[in-house]
Nanobody, 123 residues
Framework: QVQLVESGGGLVQAGGSLTLSCAASGRTRGIDNMGWYRQAPGKQRELVATIGSRMSTNYADSVTGRFTISRDNAKNTVDLQMNTLKPEDTAVYYC?????????????????WGKGTLVTVSS
């Protein structure tokens, strides 16, 4: 099992910045992709950004150029630097980790989620 704990959420004015952090613990050796998703009130959970174990990144169009995801494999952490925040960025942000294990003949995978941290951007 993998446990994910987020920190860094809060209230910020539009145009401001916040950094979210997520620490993974437990069976971390098999983690490949990590990332952040968010869910705004009344909306479905959506991808914000992901980062692979070799640091390849993927961003939602809505955050490209404003958010930066980074990762420390030695510490099993993933951060999300959020700049130029907008009211529409208001959401609960969830840390995500994808684990892969098993022999080549039979690969197992599992997704893990943190409990979420609230980001509120006031106009």
């Amino acid at each position: 099992q993998v446990q994910l704990v987020e920190s860094g959420g809060g209230l910020v004015q539009a145009g401001g910045s916040l950094t979210l952090s997520c620490a993974a613990s437990g069976r971390t050796r098999g983690i490949d992709n990590m990332g952040w998703y968010r869910q705004a009130p009344g909306k479905q959970r959506e991808l914000v950004a992901t980062i692979g174990s070799r640091m390849s990144t993927n961003y939602a169009d809505s955050v490209t150029g404003r958010f930066t995801i980074s990762r420390d494999n030695a510490k099993n952490t993933v951060d999300l630097q959020m700049n130029t925040l907008k009211p529409e960025d208001t959401a609960v942000y969830y840390c995500y980790a994808h684990e892969t294990w098993g022999p080549v003949e039979r690969i197992y995978t599992k997704d893990y989620w943190g409990k979420g941290t609230l980001v509120t951007v006031s106009s």
